[in-house]
């Protein structure tokens, strides 16, 4: 381990043994950096700093809290950033790594996944990149690129998706770009839905579709994640899909369309001031509303799915606090209900990248 201090930041490179946080007055005011250009960096703790900024390969394995911006870059060939409690900041969150052509992505490929996040990630704006979150998203603004999302993203003014993965959405104002996929169709907005264009890292140009999840493991409905073709799950054919990032999905069935998003009425409380008292009021205002229920479809599938989503969610949130006998059998369920491709994303949330297999 070698920690440096230079100037108002504190560096710190290789293995770091605890928790890191301010021990001396004068550190509380000092930023800290984690530097896994020349080798990963790994805490063993969770992280406190004033600003934190992260580049390359590294995990931390408790939570992370910053009163300001954090900073992550993974600009190398390989290797992920691992944030296994979290992140939660007061400032503003970005996660960054080369633009990359879609098919070369998380949302073709599991495999390129450069931020891995377990717990919440909280923060006054959220811009991620190449990301995969093990809970919810919270912000004023959320911006999410080539990730997948096993929770709600949130977003108390904008909401924005290029070519994303969620499970559900909420936002007063959502915009939904290129190849999206939703595990289970819930999603709210106060304005109609935005639907665009994503431009991906080469400069092409890949037109709105929103693939449901549940419909697409379903042999009846999709392609089984590949089953229809061989009996067999295939690979970057399921939560990260080549031929959805491509658009050359046969299956038209799995994709949500404008009857999907319906206006709803909805009420918010306000209050209201009558002399020297308060008292609070609902008032009606219009929902946009992502669902199927309109849809004459068998919906047991669907339920299972969401269902699958909720057990495999808490067991990765879970893994650390089980012995090995626990996690053999957790692993042993994966391989019993996952396809290949997903056991390997859980992988990466639990025993990190070495344990994928490309």
Known sequence: ?????AGDRTIVTGKHAGSIFPREERTVAMALRLDGTARPFEVEGAVYARELEANGEGVVAGPVLARGDVTLSNLGQGGTQRFLGGVSTRGNLAATCPALPLGQSLTARIGAARFIFRGEVIAENVALHNAIVFGNVRARRV???SCIVLGAVIGHDIVELRSSAFAALDGRAVTLLGRCSCFIASGTSRTPYVFGVHKDGAGRA???GLR???LCRSVEAGCGFGRSEGGQYLPDQTIACKK???GTCAFGQVRLVGADFVQADGVRKVGKVAGAQTTTVEEPV???VLSIAGRALNLRPIATDAELVGSVLRAVLEYDHYDDPSRAHAEDEWHKTLSPDEVSLLRL???GAAAYAP
């Open 206 to 208: 890949h037109p709105f």
């Open 212 to 214: 449901h999840l549940a």
């Open 143 to 145: 911006t999410l690129d």
């Open 1 to 5: 381990m070698a920690t440096n201090e």
């Open 349 to 351: 949330a639990t025993s």
């Open 286 to 288: 219009p929902l946009h």
């Open 244 to 246: 959805h990032a491509d």
